[in-house]
């Protein structure tokens, strides 16, 4: 049975191509690319991606709070 079922997100190792699994036969994994065309790959040219990455706007907060620079004190001389 193969790793990957129709409507699962894939990116090929070898190409810079991602796409969406559209058929499977056999070894045959009919990916339609992000660009509109149907492509045919073997399951050992293909690596599944994750279809639900989120991150909340508190993660975002925190993560830009953490990078942020802090301002520069003035120093006044006498």
């Given at each position: 049975?193969?790793?990957?079922?129709?409507g699962d997100i894939v990116e090929t190792i070898d190409d810079v191509i991602k796409g969406?699994?559209?058929a499977i036969n056999g070894?045959?994994?009919?990916i339609i690319s992000d660009d509109g065309f149907p492509l045919v790959y073997e399951p050992h040219e293909l690596?599944?991606?994750?279809?639900?990455?989120?991150?909340?706007n508190?993660?975002?907060a925190r993560?830009?709070?953490?990078?942020e620079i802090p301002k520069r004190k003035k120093i006044y001389h006498c």
């Open positions: 049975m193969s790793q990957f079922q129709i969406r699994v559209n070894k045959d994994i009919t690596v599944l991606m994750a279809n639900d990455i989120r991150v909340s508190f993660d975002i993560i830009k709070k953490e990078k």
